[in-house]
T-cell receptor, first 116, second 111 residues
Framework: DTGVSQNPRHKITKRGQNVTFRCDPI?????LYWYRQTLGQGPEFLTY????????KSRLLSDRFSAERPKGSFSTLEIQRTEQGDSAMYLC??????????????FGNGTRLTVT | AQRVTQPEKLLSVFKGAPVELKCNYS??????LFWYVQYSRQRLQLLLR??SRESIKGFTADLNKGETSFHLKKPFAQEEDSAMYYC?????????????FGKGTTLSVSS
């Protein structure tokens, strides 16, 4: 499967613990996005990277959240001191951007986080 | 503020009936509009984008700038069209902003 890969698929953690998710984008894609989706809502934008540079962060991304894409390939999203409100599906997507062309976003299957 | 509104949470139709999933947007400029679909147990995937002006799986969507709408239509629904549909927008070309999604509409097609 050459699509966007996310690990783990499911994560159950206790409140206050730290968690880290990984996303491997489609190899030729230079943009990588993180979204969060809760029940009954559409995906909500968190942040995105172009290569290794983090270009935009949503106000949803509190200081407990940090994302990295150190080599411009895979990305990690870490949540520190998890809260029950962090329970959601975390989606990663990638795309290719060059000049004024933006390819559509390709999504992964997501990581479902449950904070108990 | 950028916003996408999908007024219907659920749309139930019979097989062979026409389908229209509504999408209205708010954007100060000329956005790019998309429809994404999520079938049961599958990942979110692109259905169509307005700049392509194409029909995918019998679905079409026309961007109406005057009404700021991008409704998704299909003349004859099939059971396999049952899925969650999301309308989304992004800034055009150079703006390259991230996609903003609506809350989604569940389409249920029954025989």
């Amino acid at each position: 499967d050459t699509g966007v890969s996310q690990n783990p698929r499911h994560k159950i953690t206790k409140r206050g613990q730290n968690v880290t998710f990984r996303c491997d984008p489609i190899s030729e894609h230079n943009r990588l996005y993180w979204y969060r989706q809760t029940l009954g809502q559409g995906p909500e934008f968190l942040t995105y990277f172009q290569n290794e540079a983090q270009l935009e962060k949503s106000r949803l991304l509190s200081d407990r959240f940090s994302a990295e894409r150190p080599k411009g390939s895979f990305s990690t999203l870490e949540i520190q001191r998890t809260e029950q409100g962090d329970s959601a599906m975390y989606l990663c997507a990638s795309s290719f951007r060059q000049s004024s062309y933006n390819s559509p976003l390709h999504f992964g299957n997501g990581t479902r986080l449950t904070v108990t | 503020a950028q916003r996408v509104t999908q007024p219907e949470k659920l749309l139930s139709v019979f097989k062979g009936a026409p389908v229209e999933l509504k999408c209205n947007y708010s954007y100060s400029g000329s956005p790019e509009l998309f429809w994404y679909v999520q079938y049961s147990r599958q990942r979110l995937q692109l259905l169509l984008r307005h700049i392509s002006r194409e029909s995918i799986k019998g679905f079409t969507a026309d961007l109406n700038k005057g009404e700021t709408s991008f409704h998704l239509k299909k003349p004859f629904a099939q059971e396999e069209d049952s899925a969650m549909y999301y309308c989304a927008l992004s800034g055009p070309g150079q703006a390259g902003t991230a996609l903003i999604f609506g809350k989604g509409t569940t389409l249920s097609v029954s025989s």
